[in-house]
């Protein structure tokens, strides 16, 4: 293991978490996980999948890449119910779509875990018109979050409930310059901007929404998680790019090591199962299950109303 490891990526399990040991039975449950098909979020959905689920929607953009997804999960957990969710988070009609298919579908949606995400890709926009990361990243999950929020208050009401959402964010979150979120720059590629500073922004926008959304809808317990340097395709096209970002990346990766999906996969892990009255609304947490404070700007309350607001109003003008 390299020597900066436990500097630069560390894993602090501070509450001994072990998923087949502390995931409790989620009979009757019905969960959401975007990006489900690679990753993180495959991990995620296998290791919920062995405790007794109702449903899991595992959200990728196609079938094939829920089909490939689908032969590791069903291994681990062969009786599980799995059911493959399109969703394409640069599309808010895709995303719409989606919500949809679970509202028609249930009538309890018990957790989601906006996990999926894009890093430093290159310039550009999203069938709506926002930057690609932060489209990506920010405004689709936010509008899924939103449709689904109704059905998710409902089963909040309902006694012994336990509703959660998680936002997979990133330690990466701190690289963000000037404002945080430049507000108006949100509708144009950027192209001016380093690729990392707006994968940063889009990071940031994951706690500042995990963070207005505990303080808006306090019976849903939510929470933002970074899952450290994860050995994923997450960063692939930066490499492929080869600018400064994946020559960094690189070199950090290499003094810092990565975690295995499994070891990426706990802090959300965690942030979903783990004992509710242990689990801050709120809280930015760190592996395994840490809080921290995280920036400065992700403590920003007026930074997370103004982009409440921002969100809020863009989605509505564009009719969701």
């Known amino acids: ?98 919500a949809e298919k679970v509202v028609s579908e249930n009538s309890r949606c018990d957790l989601l875990i906006n996990n999926a995400g894009i890093m430093a890709h290159p310039p550009g926009l999203t069938a709506d018109g926002y930057e690609l990361q932060f489209g990506t990243n920010h405004m689709g999950h936010a509008l899924l979050t939103r449709l689904l929020l109704p059905t998710m ?63 808006r809808y306090p019976e849903i317990l939510t929470t933002s998680a970074h899952p450290g340097r994860v050995e994923s395709n997450l960063a692939n096209v930066m490499f492929d790019v080869n600018g400064f970002n994946g020559r960094f990346q690189r070199v950090f990766d290499s003094l810092a090591g990565q975690f295995t999906v499994q070891q990426g996969a706990l802090t959300q892990l965690w942030a979903a199962t783990w004992k509710r009255d242990e689990v801050k609304n709120g809280a930015y947490y760190v592996p395994a299950g840490k809080e921290n404070a995280g920036s400065k700007k992700s403590r920003d309350a007026e930074l997370a109303k103004k982009l409440w607001e921002w969100t809020e109003s863009e989605l509505s003008a564009k009719g969701y």
């Open 1 to 98: 293991m390299p020597l900066l490891a436990s500097f630069l990526n560390p894993l602090d399990n501070t509450h001994n978490f072990e998923p087949d040991k502390h995931i409790p039975d989620l009979a009757d449950k019905v969960i959401i996980v975007t990006g489900g098909n690679s990753g993180c979020g495959k991990e995620t959905v296998l290791q919920l999948a062995k405790h007794n689920p109702g449903r899991i929607y595992l959200a990728a953009r196609s079938q094939a890449k829920f089909d490939d997804a689908i032969k590791e999960i069903s291994t681990a957990a062969p009786d599980a119910n799995i059911t493959f969710l399109e969703l394409d988070l640069s599309s808010l009609a895709s995303v719409k779509q989606a």
């Open 153 to 215: 208050q409902r089963t909040a009401s309902q006694p012994d409930s336990d509703v959660r959402i998680v936002n997979v964010s990133s330690a990466g979150h701190m690289f963000v310059t000037g404002p945080g979120i430049y507000f108006d720059q949100l509708k144009t590629p950027m192209e001016s901007t380093n690729p990392g500073v707006i994968y940063a922004q889009s990071k940031l926008a994951n706690i500042l929404h995990a963070r207005e959304l505990a303080k």
